[in-house]
């Protein structure tokens, strides 16, 4: 079977061959080829281009376009409201927040940690039940200066175990992909995650926990200052961008999201726990991170 030379590139991510491939294809990491399919501008000649903000912002400037004007403030974990659990008088019928009293100094440091100082606060905190199942705290791998940031959902048991996110099978997927669209991890890619704590059994992340660990993602991008945001899988999207939809009705847009008073450029994906279960939604997974590389490309050329 010929292919063409995009789908031998993502053949050959997944570790399937042997390709022949079309003659006089473009060639999809091309810099030519890249300027002329830059998603941005494409999204943008469609008209596609959706505008949320703010959601990691502390402003409260109004969305740009009413389309996208879903409560995103209200809705997003990460925007600044007031978290502090119900007083001691309320009702006894309401369930008991994840948040301890006790963090409330934690939370407070958070706000202004610098970027080595977070592990060891994410170490410190015991909000949530899950830091006592712990092996170890996943807080993040690269830091500021890596021009794109992916957020990740949790870690699961590798990553419980080596401390590091993205190590398990997923993770290898990821980091095959990343690097056959000419990413490195460290290097060009930070990774962080919703939730810093494994949940049990890799069972999904709860509100409350999301919302309980929420500070340390939002002070992570403060720091990170990502040029491209890649959200990775539904609660990173709903954790930072607001939205609930299914990845696959969000994904092929380019979001805006205003981090500390900066608007930057967002691409939503599948969880690549979720490519790892079917090919096509691999190849769909592939050109999303070919399309973050492509954006952070357009947006270095125009500085
Ligand atoms: N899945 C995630 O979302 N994050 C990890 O770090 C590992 C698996």
């Given at each position: ?132 199942d712990r092996t170890h705290t996943v807080?993040?791998d ?12 949790a870690p699961g048991r590798d990553e419980d175990i080596a401390g590091i996110p993205f190590v398990g099978k997923s993770g290898q ?23 810093k704590c494994r949940?049990?059994?890799n ?101």
């Open positions: 079977m010929a292919l063409t030379r995009e789908q031998s590139l993502i053949w050959q991510a997944m570790n399937i061959g042997p390709q022949w491939i079309l003659r006089g294809e473009e060639d999809p990491l091309d810099d030519v080829a890249s300027a002329k399919a830059a998603p941005a501008a494409a999204s943008q000649a469609h008209g596609q281009t959706a505008v949320v903000r703010p959601t990691v912002s502390s402003t409260a400037t109004p969305p740009a376009r009413p389309a996208a004007t879903i409560p995103v403030n209200a809705r997003s974990p990460l925007a600044n409201r007031n978290t502090r659990p119900a007083a001691r008088t309320a009702p006894v019928a309401a369930p008991a927040p994840v948040l301890a009293q006790a963090d409330f100094q934690l939370v407070e440091k958070v706000k202004t940690a610098q970027w080595d100082e977070i592990a060891k606060m994410v170490d410190a905190c015991h909000a949530c039940p899950m830091s006592s807080t993040a690269g830091a500021p200066g890596c021009p794109i940031v992916i957020v990740g959902e997927l990821l980091t095959a992909i990343l690097e056959a669209v000419g990413l490195t991890r460290k290097k060009d890619v930070a990774i962080v995650n919703v939730l949940p049990p059994k069972r999904n992340p709860k509100p409350d926990e999301i919302e309980a660990c929420s500070h340390f993602l939002k002070r992570q991008l403060e720091l990170l200052e990502p040029k491209v945001l890649l959200l990775m899988g539904s609660f990173a999207i709903q954790s930072v961008l607001g939205r609930m939809e299914a990845v696959s009705k969000l994904r092929n847009e380019t979001y805006t999201v205003n981090i500390a008073g900066r608007d930057v450029p967002t691409i939503v994906s599948y969880h690549p726990s979720y490519l790892l279960r079917s090919l096509v939604e691999k190849e769909k997974g592939w050109h999303d991170v070919l399309r973050a590389r492509k954006l952070l490309e357009s947006l270095d050329k125009k500085q």
